[in-house]
């Protein structure tokens, strides 16, 4: 059953998923990656790849119908990484016109071209298909009466997902669950652990690991070695 009892509708929804350039994405991870590797610049690209590779595992695993990949990275673009993303039908690479968040979320949306649409952040290496297939379908239900839907991230703050309608503009950034919130999109409150813990600071690494990361992040060599105590 999807959030709030209503009956689940599970018609696939499109989503673009944003991937910054690696060496300039995450930077409050810095610690753990200085931490841990003979070449942190190295290991913190590896990093920010692999949380967004495990993200994108999870999506392609659940029942979300294209999937626009919104970015300029050249592992990414090039095809080397991650597995699927170059070979997966559902999947549409659109440039990051380099402007901000926003700006790569809006021309993945107008790349796709139909409502409703959601908008999933590629730190989430514990995110269960299951989880974002209920969760989507929870979205579709509110949107019967409510301009966008949104899961917030574990702090409360940040939204790991959001789904739009048509007219509703995404406004990702610091303490967006509010502002999502108060231009009118309904918080859902769904038990969705891997979709709410998005890895932001050192010390989400331990969280997440603790919830069970995808394989790309459990490789990463600094998991569970360093990233206690480097918050
Ligand atoms: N395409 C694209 N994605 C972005 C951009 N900014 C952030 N993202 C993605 O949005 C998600 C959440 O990013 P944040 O953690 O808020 O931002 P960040 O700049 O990567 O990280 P910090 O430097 O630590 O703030 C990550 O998956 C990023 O890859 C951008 O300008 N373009
Ligand atoms: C940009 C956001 O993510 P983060 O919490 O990763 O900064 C957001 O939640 O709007």
Redesign the pocket.
Known sequence: MADGGAPADRRATDLVV???ELVR?????AAASAAVAVDPRSAHADL?LAL?TDTLAAVLASSVGRLAV??SEPRLTTGVAPPGVGTDPRVELVA?PGR??DA?IRAGIEHLGRFPVGVL???LPALRPEELDDALAAARVALRTAPAAFVADHTGEGTALLVAGPGFAPRFGPRSAAAHAAAGAVALGGDWPGLRHDV?VPGDLDEVRALGVGPATRAWPGLGTLAAGCR
């Open positions: 944003p991937v910054k994405a995450k930077t409050r991870l920010a967004a919104v970015t990051d901000g968040l790569a952040l590629a730190d932001d």
